[in-house]
């Protein structure tokens, strides 16, 4: 797998002025080697998370822990950034091969306000 990435997870941070706790992202898995493919662009919106989703990308990783709660950022070539991010991960889907056994399919969605440089 030619690209790297930083998956982030949400966690559960102190209780805000309201009693109600908040959340934030974390790094959960750095440095992690992946394959990484822009797939879709356009926008639509999320009427449910109220985002604009403006595209939609796929991802290969071999078999690690990540969830569809979880997010991509900074996805690497060498020392080239080639996205920041972040990318929501909307589904996991295992796949096998014949040369490296199992991996991961994620498919990606990255909401308006993130950054591009590829």
């Known amino acids: 797998m030619i690209h790297r990435c930083i998956i982030q997870r949400i966690v559960a941070g102190a209780v805000d002025g309201f009693g109600q706790v ?60 080639l996205d920041d991010g972040p990318f929501d991960i909307v589904r996991v889907n295992r796949r096998a091969d014949s040369v490296s056994g199992h991996h991961l399919e994620l498919w990606l969605k990255r909401v308006a306000g993130s950054s591009y440089h590829g």
């Open 22 to 81: 908040t959340e934030s992202f974390v790094n959960h898995l750095t440095d992690v080697p992946c394959r990484y493919h822009p797939f879709k662009q356009g926008r639509e919106v999320d009427t449910v998370h109220k985002k604009t989703v403006v595209s939609h990308h796929q991802m290969f990783v071999h078999d690690i822990d990540v969830v569809e709660a979880d997010r991509i950022v900074s996805i690497t070539e060498g020392a080239t950034t």
